[in-house]
């Protein structure tokens, strides 16, 4: 087992090479993650899909979230509209 690590400092110079080959680079910029622990491609992979994994599950915790809190003020704009045209319609019917 070897790790990868893609660590680029911030002081590096922009002319400087980095440690390892670009897709490695991309990977962990992508991972957010400064090495990846692997035994070769599959060690890889599995780090991908794991932290795809993760992702999917935060993304998924969000957008039940957002879809909770939309109703929420579906419903609030609801009650309100209606309280708004019950109140209307008792001012109308006081003209009369």
């Known amino acids: 087992m070897h790790v990868i690590i893609c660590y680029i400092n911030s002081r590096q110079s922009l002319g400087s090479i980095p440690p390892c080959p670009a897709e490695q680079i991309f990977l962990c910029r992508l991972l957010k ?23 999917h599950s935060s993304t998924m915790e969000l957008m039940k979230f957002l879809e909770d809190t939309i109703d929420a003020r579906r419903a609030k704009t609801e009650s ?3 309280n708004l045209n019950g109140k209307l319609h008792t001012e109308g019917q006081k003209k009369s």
């Open 80 to 82: 309100i509209v209606e």
């Open 33 to 55: 993650t400064d090495s990846i622990q692997s035994n070769g491609n599959d060690g890889i992979v599995r780090s991908v899909e794991e932290a795809l994994a993760s992702r």
